[in-house]
């Protein structure tokens, strides 16, 4: 099953690399090492039966497991025949290949690694998203759910195309208000999720994970609009701006919007065009989306600021700025109990209450009939 | 209620239906802990790996083959047409010859015949 | 604008309304499969090739020696067989149009083809592409019995099962024919579909121990064909007690029955599929007929 060809070193290619590549950290990143040290022994180098796997937290549950049979000498000889290949693609790796080729072969070289695979399917909250590999599976992870996920709800709740037109999501964006004291409200949020407006009363924390290399503070536009606020003069609804960050830069690991970031004077002075305002809706009023929308920059800064025009225009904004969409998110509010205390917190006015009026039906006067 | 009294014949029957049936042959699911699935799935996957190796190696050698039996044809075609017109003749029904046999598992207690002569053709 | 798409304030839009339905334009961008969002059974969004899944099959458990054989010996010497230079893919009969001006062609089925009510397949010369290959053995027992009495095909379904390791689905009649005493719905019989291990195994068998033991056996029809590849023949009840597994038992399976095997392969024409069954130790013979 192992060929010979590298079980001698590979000291004819352009770099020499070790074929126990992946126990050698002189060239690779520290971050693909297992993160959990507890793990290692029983990973690499077998369970010990009279003391049963680490990853099994009860005693009489660890001494009850049995590992299946002549599963450590298989192991071993997979990891042997998957490193030596591994070698083989690092050693292609040199300085006159491009960035995505490099980065191609990089996953490619790490994603059978058993301490990457472990990583990624124990600690992902922990894993360093600079890694091509990570990343890799991150996506993969995200396209399997998340990703339909958030489209199926932004198209049911007709997010596209009411603010923007479509959508083709490139990033994954996540909202959470950690202000929050109850689990239910202080993790992630699912996009549709109907929320209380006391949950939703200090700005959220928004993670946008870039999946492929991007460059290191690349710039970001968050707007996050309101279409349903009752107009009625016209008798219909307008759009309005809550919320506004233009210029945020961000990377593959930074990439957190949070309340550490927004506490930051400076921070707030240059990034927070639009001061946060929840949505209040008002009582009788129908459902009301509060649809945040992620854009990449293209052209560089955004000099303009946002005027306070009532009815704001998302897709003349994003026109002008040359912003291009990459990422949606939605929540849904409705009036309740805590409406009117966020709405003294923010200073702002009471709340209407709207009412059923009967229409003035027209009324024909008998003998005006024109029925022949 | 049980019904203890039936004949022979039916009891047979019942006995084939539940042999039949599918919920007494499935096996368990396997509970592996966190360490042992990432090593099966090592295991898999340098199973893959090594897999996808060999039918890339035996898809370079049949490409190889057909390359050069063409360049014979072609060679053949220049030098002797007569020659190359008897060579691309399509064999209709040609056969294997029956004593061409499959490897099995459990192979006969005389494997080789060693005064074997082959079966002589009917005219 | 449509009147769908005015959102008043004061009132209900239309198609919320009782009595209108109507489907949304959406453009899927991304594709949604929409059973893996659900949130009651998680384990089914587990891909079956993960041990964790329920539906997990644990592949490559033994030596497959057919498979071997044919890869490592076979091929190559089919390759050098079915070479032909200077050759070209010989076009089916296929659907002929109905002529560019009549009005009465627009969105009717093309044409059938000539002197057929199927198109055929063209005939493309081999290359290490497409080196014919067996890539499934599919049984067909028809069991008359069970038109009368149904449980009889019980016996019948444990036998296949038995002999191909697979667990054969029931077949129904389809229609009604009286004299024969067939009825729509009825059970009739059972079939069996091999592909891959169980396929080799199967084949091993039927090569290695069952045909050379028929002492009238002489080999497949010769005209045997469905003329696109896919050879079929038959076994007797009496020939199904050399199989090893209902040999060994013969108590527990009183009444046997015959059945129909196909030999399903990607060959295209007969003559090139008689080829490949004679490499894996399948005889054929050419028949006589009688003159008088």
Known sequence: ?372 | MRINSVNASTQRVVNQLSALSASKKQPKLLNLCKEDLIKHKTITNAWNVYQRKVNEKRHIQLNAQYKSIHEAMEDLKQTSPQLYALANKPEKKKKFPLDMRMPTDYPPTKPWVYNYEPSQKRK | MSRLSIRSFSSSPIASKVGYSTVQPVHHLIPIKKQTLGKRFPELNIPKDDIRSPQYKPKDVYQDRVNEYYQNVLKSDLLLHYYEHDSEAVTGNKARSWGEFSPYAVYRRDRKPKGLSRATRDIKPVTPRNIPELTGISINLYNKAALEESWINISARLQLAQITNVKPKVVYNKSNVLPWKVRQGKECGCKVELEGRDMTRFLSTLVELVLPRIRTFKGIKDSSGDKSGNITFGLSPEEIKFFPEIENFQELFPNLFGFHLTFKTNAGTDERARTLLTSLGLPFYKEVKNVQ
Not at chain 1, 126 to 154: C, G, T
Not at chain 1, 209 to 222: G, K, M, P
Not at chain 1, 319 to 337: C, K, M, P, T, Y
């Open chain 1, 1 to 372: 099953m192992i060929s010979s060809s590298y079980a001698r070193p590979l000291r004819y290619l352009g770099r020499y690399y070790s074929t126990k590549i992946w126990s050698d950290f002189s060239k690779r990143s520290e971050t693909l090492k297992l993160i959990d040290p507890k793990y290692e022994k029983d990973l690499l180098q077998g369970i010990n039966p009279d003391q049963g796997p680490n990853s099994l937290v009860q005693p009489d549950r660890r001494l009850a497991y049995h590992s299946p049979v002549a599963i450590d000498e298989t192991f071993k000889l997979a990891y042997e025949y998957l490193e030596g290949e591994s070698a083989k693609i690092y050693a292609k790796i040199d300085d006159k290949k491009s960035v995505e080729e490099t980065d191609r072969l990089l996953v490619k070289a790490e994603q059978y690694n058993p301490e990457v695979l472990f990583n990624i399917e124990n600690s992902p909250t922990q894993i360093d998203r600079e890694q091509p590999v990570y990343r890799k599976y991150l996506q993969e992870k995200w396209e399997s759910h998340d990703r339909m996920l958030s489209m199926q709800r932004l198209e049911q709740l007709h997010v596209i195309p009411d603010t923007m037109p479509t959508l083709d999501p490139k990033v994954e964006v996540k909202v959470k208000f950690p202000h929050n004291t109850v689990l239910e409200f202080s993790e992630w949020i699912e996009p549709g999720t109907i929320l209380p407006a006391f949950a939703v009363d200090k700005p959220p924390t928004i993670q946008i994970q870039e999946f492929d290399r991007v460059a290191e503070n690349s710039l970001y536009t968050v707007l996050l609009v309101n279409p349903d606020t009752p107009d009625l003069e016209t008798n219909t609804f307008k759009t309005t701006l809550q919320y506004a960050l233009t210029n945020v830069p961000l990377s593959n690991s930074n990439n957190v919007v949070g309340t550490a970031k927004l506490l930051d004077d400076d921070f707030a002075k240059q990034h927070v065009a639009r001061e946060y305002e929840p949505l209040v809706p008002e009582k009788n009023a129908q459902l009301q989306r509060a649809c945040l929308w992620v854009f990449r920059q293209s052209s560089g800064e955004i000099k303009a600021s946002i005027g306070e025009e009532d009815n704001f225009d998302i897709r003349e904004f994003a026109q002008s700025n040359s912003l291009e969409a990459i990422g949606a998110h939605v929540w849904r509010q409705q009036f309740d109990r805590s409406v009117n205390q966020v709405r003294q917190e923010y200073g702002l006015p009471n709340g209407r209450v709207f009412h059923r009026v009967r229409k003035a039906h027209p009324v024909i006067p008998a003998g005006t009939s024109n029925v022949v």
